[in-house]
């Protein structure tokens, strides 16, 4: 359970793309593993859903883990910082993000490659095509984008890839044998503002990136 904590705790964390479309994203997640101690805590995160918001220049996810985890992510490019919320199991802490634009760059050197194909398919009224991203280590990740929407997905890791030409609308990940799989299920035009805050709500303690990562035991 931990590791898996883990895993899902820096989803959150680098990705980039261009900003120019105004949008909110409702995605359902599925979650599968051949891993039987990962397997068990499958029951645990039924109902798990991701909200992503953008507009330009800004951008947040809003994710629930089942019934143990919260996870707020906003993202602000041209002030190159960002604030992490997360609440597991009742414990409440903050991270605020600073120099995204010299972390994403550190990134593009282990930056998979990523072939678009001719594949394509409608979901929620847009047309997406296939795109497959591998890694130096041979791994694959599927994504369907959507090309007619433009994001900036900077401290996003669900989507950590800048060559993506638009926004996927469904794509996997793998962490530590847990594979989550998200599909876009909604898409709405209008976005209030003010959901891009950074104030750090009461009864939230404040962790560094640092720490943070060695939480992790890095990246």
């Known amino acids: 359970m931990k590791h898996l904590l883990l ?24 979650f599968s593993s051949d891993n039987p ?20 220049e800004k951008s947040k996810i809003d994710m629930t883990m089942g019934t143990f985890m919260k996870m707020n992510t906003v993202v602000d490019v041209k002030a190159d910082k960002g604030l992490m919320l997360m609440e597991v199991m009742g414990n409440k802490s903050a991270t605020e993000m600073k120099e995204l634009s010299k972390a994403d760059q550190a990134e593009k050197t282990d930056e ?34 959507a090309t007619d929407l433009k994001a900036s997905l900077k401290g996003h890791q669900q989507f950590g890839n800048s060559k993506l030409a638009g926004v996927p609308l469904e794509f996997s990940t793998v962490n530590n044998g847990m594979s989550i799989h998200f599909v876009a299920t909604k898409f709405t035009k209008k976005v209030d503002k003010k959901i891009f805050s950074m104030a750090i709500p009461e009864g939230y303690t404040v962790v560094s990136e640092e720490d943070l990562k060695n939480m992790g035991g890095g990246q």
Request: with cysteine.
């Open 7 to 30: 895993s899902i705790l820096f989803l959150a964390v680098v990705g980039t793309s261009i900003a120019q479309t105004t949008g909110q994203i409702s995605y359902s997640m599925d």
């Open 37 to 56: 101690d990962m397997a068990m805590a499958i029951p645990m995160m039924q109902g798990s859903t991701m909200e992503l918001y953008f507009i330009p």
């Open 112 to 145: 998979p490659k990523v072939e678009v194909t001719s594949e394509t398919k409608d979901i929620v009224g847009y047309k997406c095509t296939k795109t497959i991203s591998r890694d130096a280590d041979g791994n694959e990740t599927i994504m369907w984008i």
